[in-house]
């Protein structure tokens, strides 16, 4: 009969007595009254660090095991990732999987997986201990529902947008952000409650340790991460920050309401292609009965734009902007930011009107202004002024240009004199939005009011205004009157295909009236189909 350590649950089927590497004595399996061990994977069954027992599997992944475990102790579910024996053996690996385990430790935020433990199995294979979760990840609610309606989609990245933050931070970067690894329970009665896991192939800041450098366990170059969910930076190997992460937000975002992803091929460069030089596919093409409004696929366009300087600039950012557009707005950041990644400054409240002047009155001011410099020069000398006086005359200071000056000054028309000069008319600042983005505004009278979109334009406060905008076989347009700085949002839409033309219905012959007049075939109807 085969017996068991009781501490670390490994089973000999020898006649030894004792264990070899606990030296406690063994007993049956009945004796244990545990989960009995697999013979097809040791540690179920185990006892790992004397207090927790390793009861099943329940997933693996590129780098480990994750089994259901009980801290013995406290009677606690936890869950215990474990990293496989063929790459316990590479140090590299194993410095990766233990920073897996220090990157979601160290946050601390409700929406990432809490890791509490951290030790090696009698085998030589790392684990790490982490709570234990009931639910499913969204990666099994896309493959069963294939979308997400927009309300509880944005609620989900949210909250995803919340952890991502705590973690950026700290300066610890996802980089593999994808719906197997947002873990969706119920808590507190709240159903969709997010947990982020597998921080595996996460990038953490320089400082792995108070006051000690880190060492990075990666380079510029190498290509880490799901390609369906990459950024472009990412997927060219280029230094990578924390926009990689709002990116793949993005992605998730567009994968609930089309139910797919912007980007799929068959091989692995050719989605990495895509992600590079690609524009994403409206989602109304993905999905027809999509319910996505204009402000949301705007914020979506926006977070998977190329460039990170494009992207929001933040997870805070990306939050703003959809709780915005769940609101039917657009937010600052969102209407700011043109392709260029130049920030538009706007101001928080209504511009001052600008009054053109006449270009006369310029040098009679500045005349002016430099007789009463002068005056006061002069003053400030016989008071017996200090040296701060002389600070503010360095040039040379010769009497004869200024009396010139001042003759100007005094040859001058008067103010009061002179012929009444209308005021220019109060302008206002438009920040003009289109979704899809970069599309060319026009004027109703044809000039270009900007080349391509987002971009800022003046208008007449209070004067109708009419813009077209267009880009490829997509166009769209709106009237407004502009009374205060705002954000204009135009959807562009495709041509509609011109109907088919119905076909003709044969109609019966009309009964002939009589007449006076005799008639003939030829002045009969013939139908359609009887021709």
Same mark, same amino acid.
């Given at each position: 009969?085969?017996?068991?350590? =009781? ?15 606990? %030296?406690?004595? #063994?007993?049956?399996?009945? @004796?244990?009254?545990?989960?009995? $061990?697999?013979?097809?994977? =040791? ?10 027992? +390793?009861?099943?599997?329940? *997933?693996?992944?590129?780098?480990? #095991? ?32 233990? @920073? ?28 790490? +201990? ?27 990245? &949210?909250?995803?947008?919340? %952890? ?17 690894? $947002? ?52 997927? %060219?190997?280029?230094? &990578? ?15 609930? &309401? ?6 799929? *091929? ?33 914020? $979506? ?6 460039? =990170? ?12 902007? $959809? ?49 009463? #410099? ?38 001058? =028309? ?42 800022? #334009? ?32 135009? /959807? ?33 109807? /013939? ?5």
């Amino acid at each position: 009969m085969n017996r068991v350590c =009781p501490t670390c649950r490994f089973e000999y089927g020898g006649g030894e007595v004792f264990c070899p590497v606990d %030296a406690a004595r #063994l007993v049956t399996t009945s @004796q244990m009254g545990a989960t009995p $061990i697999d013979p097809e994977d =040791p540690l179920i069954g185990a006892l790992l660090a004397g207090r927790y027992e +390793v009861k099943r599997r329940i *997933g693996e992944g590129g780098m480990g #095991l994750v089994y259901e475990g009980k801290h013995r102790d406290i009677d606690k579910p936890v869950a215990i990732k474990v990293l496989r024996n063929d790459l316990s053996r590479r140090p590299d690996v194993v410095a990766r999987f233990r @920073q897996e385990a220090k990157s979601a430790s160290r946050i601390g935020h409700e929406n990432i997986v809490d890791v509490s433990d951290f030790g090696e199995t009698r085998y030589g294979s790392s684990y790490f +201990v982490m709570e234990f979760l009931e639910g499913e990840d969204l990666a099994n609610v896309l493959g069963r529902e294939v979308t997400v309606d927009a309300q509880r989609a944005c609620g989900i990245v &949210l909250q995803c947008c919340r %952890a991502l933050g705590a973690a950026h931070a700290k300066h610890i970067v996802h980089r593999d952000i994808k719906p197997e690894n $947002i873990f969706l329970i119920e808590r507190d009665g709240v159903k969709d409650f997010v947990k982020i896991v597998d921080f595996g192939i996460a990038k953490m800041g320089d400082i792995e340790t108070e006051g000690q450098p880190g060492r990075k366990l990666t380079k510029t170059g190498m290509i880490f991460g799901t390609p369906e969910y990459m950024s472009p930076e990412q997927a %060219a190997g280029k230094e &990578l920050d924390h926009r990689v992460d709002v990116y793949a937000l993005g992605i998730i975002l567009y994968e609930c &309401l089309a139910g797919r992803v912007p980007f799929v *091929g068959d091989t692995f460069m050719g989605v990495l292609t895509q992600h590079l030089f690609s524009a994403p596919p409206p989602i109304v093409e993905m999905n027809p009965r999509a319910q996505v409004s204009a402000e949301l696929e705007l914020v $979506i366009a926006k977070a998977l734009a190329k460039a =990170p300087g494009e992207r929001y600039q933040d997870t805070a950012e990306l939050a703003e902007a $959809i709780e915005c557009a769940l609101d039917g707005q657009v937010s600052r950041a969102t209407a700011m930011t043109p392709p260029t990644g130049r920030m538009i400054p706007i101001r928080d409240t209504d511009p001052v009107p600008r009054r053109r002047r006449p270009r006369w009155v310029w040098p009679v001011v500045a005349a002016a202004t430099a007789a009463l #410099l002068w005056a006061w020069i002069g003053d400030s000398a016989k008071r017996g002024a200090d040296a701060s006086v002389s600070t503010i005359n360095d040039a040379p200071t010769s009497a004869a240009p200024i009396e010139a000056t001042t003759a100007v000054a005094l040859e001058a =028309p008067a103010l009061e004199e002179s012929e009444p000069v209308e005021e220019a008319p109060s302008l206002v600042n438009l920040h003009v939005a289109t979704v899809p983005m970069g599309a060319q505004v026009l004027h109703a009278d044809g000039s270009q009011a900007c080349a391509t979109t987002p971009c800022m #334009l003046e208008a007449v406060r209070g004067t109708p205004l009419e813009l077209n905008a267009k880009l490829g076989r997509r166009s769209g347009m709106t009237q407004i009157t502009p009374i205060q700085e705002e954000t204009v949002l135009i /959807v562009l839409t495709a041509p509609k295909r011109a109907a088919r033309k119905p076909r003709k219905v044969a109609e019966e012959p009309k009964p002939l009236r009589e007449t006076k007049t005799t008639t003939r075939a030829s002045d009969l109807k /013939v139908p359609e189909w009887a021709r």
